[in-house]
């Protein structure tokens, strides 16, 4: 075998449409990596023989077998029951207690190590991103959802029902608050999710004229980047909302910062990355709220890895059972 491709590992990033897979090096540099489809049938036994194909081909691609691989990751868009691999709730697929690790270990013969999606992100910037060398790191992605992780200690922090770091769910209003994918009310991810927030801003885009013609007038092709550029402009409906949001997610990011202490907050996802005014205001908001002694070792960054960071990450965690296992080697 080619040195480079001596101890490489397998991630997958099992979204609600696509699943993902990648053989990474052991620097977190992809070699190959394969895409299907899965939007079009989520069953559970569907959704396995996709993500049986994407490794299949990937590991082809690369001139490597299955049994030549160090270690095997999955990180899937949902709440995952710790070791056990077993999805508690995945909104975007539409599955409860879906015994994902076993039904691949089924298919496969090699048991994965199944985390949730933003465990898997967090794990590939600390390992292989913004967050290198940092041991107490809370990743927060805004995107289509919100999540977390956490890092404590230079080790991924699950909780103990494998749920640890779900900063979207954390309850912005009370129990008559906007509804949220999860089944609670009042939810951050109700409020700030990029699908959520998207929905809010086409049931207001009748009575906001501006909104509608930044959209080009089209009720799709609204999304948050269109307040980002109305803000920019000096809208005072887009300076209202997005002092709302920027308070209310500044808000859970200093309770956060309070109670966990981390020395570096690694910020992603789409809604991030396309709204740097809405994030400066939830930074402000952070800066002011946080408890001023956790602040004063706390960077904030930006996530590095980008569209990679689930695949890469996903190969990390499962080399690191890999080498759990096989004592450190
Ligand atoms: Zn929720």
Redesign the pocket.
């Known amino acids: 075998m080619e040195p480079k491709l001596q101890q490489a590992a397998i991630g997958v990033d099992l979204g609600g449409s696509h699943a993902r897979a990648a053989v990474v090096t052991v620097a977190g540099r992809i070699l190959t990596q394969a895409r299907a489809r899965v939007a079009d049938d989520r069953r559970p036994e569907a959704v396995v023989a996709r993500i049986v194909e994407v490794v299949q081909d990937a590991l082809a691609q690369a001139g490597l077998g299955l049994e030549e691989i160090h270690g095997l990751g999955v990180g899937v868009a949902g709440q995952v029951r710790g070791a056990s691999g077993v999805v508690a709730n995945g909104p975007n697929l539409g599955w409860r207690e879906v015994p994902l690790a076993d039904l691949l270990e089924q298919a496969l013969g090699t048991r994965p190590r199944v985390a949730n999606d933003l465990d898997a992100i967090a794990w590939g910037e600390v390992r292989h991103g913004a967050a290198l060398g940092h041991k107490e790191v809370l990743v927060v992605y805004a995107g289509t959802g919100v999540g977390g992780a956490f890092v404590i200690a230079g080790q991924a922090h699950h909780g103990a029902t494998g749920v640890a770091g779900e900063i ?2 954390v309850k912005v209003r009370g129990p008559d608050g906007a509804a ?5 009310r009042g ?1 951050l ?2 409020y700030l999710g990029g699908k959520n927030l998207s929905e809010r801003l086409r049931r207001e885009a009748i009575a906001w004229p501006d909104l509608m013609e930044a959209a080009g007038g089209q009720l799709d092709a609204l999304h948050p980047g269109v307040v980002e550029s109305l803000f920019v402009r000096g809208d005072a409906r887009a300076l209202a909302m997005w002092r709302e949001l920027g308070e209310m997610f500044g808000d859970v990011l200093a309770h956060a910062v309070t109670l966990f202490n981390p020395s570096l907050l690694v910020l992603g996802g789409t809604v991030a990355e396309g709204c740097p005014e809405l994030m400066r205001l939830a930074r402000e908001r952070l800066g002011q709220r946080a408890s001023s002694v956790s602040l004063e070792a706390l960077s904030v960054v930006a996530a590095q890895l980008g569209d990679d960071a689930g695949v890469v990450g996903a190969a990390s965690l499962g080399r690191m059972v890999f080498e759990s296992k096989d004592g450190g080697s």
Do not use: L, M, V
């Not at 949220?180 to 609670?184: K, L």
């Open positions: 979207g769910h949220c994918g999860c089944g609670g939810c991810e109700a």
